[in-house]
């Protein structure tokens, strides 16, 4: 692979240049940014390896230059200065579209970057060739148009005991089934539904699927259906009309927990308060959601009655990346603990994530490895008829 390197430090051209010329990369190194940039307009390297600590100039300055002239460049940064600074240099850098595919500290750099080279030779701009198009939104009369044709559907996420996979429950996650069969993920169109006044309508007809699975749903065994309920619903006391009727119809099968996002719970803490205790009487349970990305929920942990912590997947995603996001992860696993509250980590793809997960003590995971969002029937043949003890 051709890799461009930019470190102001010269001496790192002897410690790297023949250690990956081992491995079969050629190294184009640049002491100055005015050299580098120069070289990039001319020579386009697979990858860019970045020192943030650029003397006079700094590393910062050229991700957000990268980020500009060369949108999508795979690039690796290097740091002196501890992981910390690492961290937030890799995020201000995945925000701004460049593929960061490792951030390393020179003391480990030897020893780690070999890895990650492998990484960028299949990443290496992956970024070619994509349609900036494709996925593009759905304008609020599409939207409507499928609603009312019948296209939302429920999708069914395992929840399990992460040491033995067993099957403990499912998070209901809302899709769009397009006529020609095409599935659209929530994420797609729940921000348009919830700007453009469609959410109601989107629920509605979702709680109607809903009830509609209940015996494929007896038969997969769960011990509960995690719903998300969007704040704009939970400020209505129409929230609880709902929720009375999802209670009441699985009520032989299974309980029915109700997931707000952190955001929300912190946002209309007033008016939440009395949904979240009627919500409690009815039977239900509540969890905060994507817990670990909004701020000051401290409040909305103290005073909403959740007995559930859902940590948000970007905490799983990045824990081996990053020692500081696996800090903050056993950091919320214990907090969940001392609340008493249970625990559940979401986008679990790995095995060695599933390892450290229980290690560190959670309750119950959900992601990919376990399985990926599918259909009642789906679950139902995956998962035994047996109810876990
Ligand atoms: P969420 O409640 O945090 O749901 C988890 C999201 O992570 C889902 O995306 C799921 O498909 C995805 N996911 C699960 N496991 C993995 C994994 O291992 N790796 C990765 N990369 N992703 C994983 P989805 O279905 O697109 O939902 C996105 C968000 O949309 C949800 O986040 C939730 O906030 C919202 N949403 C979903 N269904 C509904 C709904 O019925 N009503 C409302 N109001 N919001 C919903
Ligand atoms: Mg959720
Ligand atoms: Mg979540």
Known sequence: M????????????AVLGRFLKRF?????FHVSVISFKAALASDLPELVLLDLDLGRENGIDVIHWLAETHPGMPVVLLSGHGDNLLDTARRIARSTGIQVLGAVSKTRMVKELPAILIKGVTAAWQQRGQDPQAGAAFTREDLARQIRSGGIVAHFQPIVSPADGQLRGAEVLVRLQLPNGQIISAAEFIPLA???????EVTENLFERLLGSREMLALSGVAFIAVNLSP???????ALVLVRRLVDGFAAICSVKIEMTESAATAYPDVLRSVAAQIHLM??????DDFGIGYSSMRALAELPFDTLK????????????????????????FGQALELQVVAEGVETEAQRQLLIEAGVDLAQGYLFGKPMTAEALANTFSTRRPS
């Not at 051709?2 to 051209?13: A, F, Q, S, T, V």
């Not at 079969?24 to 184009?28: C, F, K, L, P, T």
């Not at 919830?194 to 109601?200: K, R, V």
């Open 311 to 334: 940590i948000d997947l970007s905490f799983v995603s990045e824990m081996f990346a990053s020692p500081k996001a696996l800090r903050l992860l056993r950091a919320m696993i214990s």
């Open 2 to 13: 051709r890799l461009m390197c930019l470190d102001d430090d010269p001496r790192i051209e």
């Open 194 to 200: 919830e700007s453009s006044g469609l959410i109601d």
């Open 232 to 238: 704009l619903i939970l400020q209505q006391e129409r």
């Open 283 to 288: 039977g239900a349970s509540l969890a905060i």
């Open 24 to 28: 079969g990369h050629a190294v184009d």
